[in-house]
């Protein structure tokens, strides 16, 4: 009888072991999955915006990107094609990017807002700021042990012609035996169709 019951006890620890591994290893694909889909999403929303970057039915006079460096882009349109871009009324027309590090953890937020002005704030009267992605981080993408800047640009704004976003988001859960949270990374380069 003893016997039989430490087999079957053998047995059970076998089982729930099996069970417990592909639990967790469901767990961290569907983490993987959840940070995929964050990154794409993140992606198209910052590609799109970008593309139109420029748009001007009527020639109003205006840059596509009049400023920009590696944490911070600022793109306007004229997307309801008035000859006026980005009042406040019209802050969709005038978007600043950023990627934020607040608690100073290079673990980034991208931040989506509307700088009126240009200052590199979102205080003024008109101006707001939504957070559209969070835990992003720098990644190096070429091998070099040095992080790609998030935004890279082929000519200085306001003469950008082509855009390079590079950004990695990290997923939930860390790895049990590398103690890290592993990263998704992304790679775009979004050329701008509305340069004169």
């Known amino acids: 009888m003893l016997v039989v019951t430490v087999i079957a006890l053998l047995v059970m620890l076998g089982a729930y072991s099996i069970i417990d591994a592909s639990r967790k290893h469901y767990a961290a694909e569907t983490d993987l999955a959840t940070a995929q889909a964050a990154a794409r999403s993140t992606m198209h929303i910052f590609s799109s915006v970008v593309r139109v970057a420029g748009y001007s039915p009527f020639g109003a ?28 009324g019209e802050a969709y027309e005038n978007l600043t990017y950023l990627f934020a590090d607040p608690d100073n953890d290079s673990v980034f937020d991208l931040q989506r807002g509307v700088d009126l002005d240009g200052d590199g704030d979102f205080l003024d009267p008109g101006e707001s700021v939504d957070t559209i992605a969070t835990d992003v981080v720098p990644i190096d993408v070429d091998g070099d042990n040095s992080p790609e800047p998030f935004l890279a640009y082929d000519l200085a704004p306001p003469a950008t012609r082509r855009l390079r976003i590079v950004f990695g988001v990290r997923t939930e859960r860390r790895e049990v035996i590398k103690g890290t949270r592993p990263v998704v990374n992304f790679v775009s380069d979004v050329f701008l169709r509305n340069r004169p």
């Open 61 to 88: 006079p205006f840059f596509a990107i009049p400023q920009g460096d590696a944490f911070r882009i600022r793109l306007l349109s004229d997307r309801d094609a008035d000859g006026v871009v980005g009042t406040a």
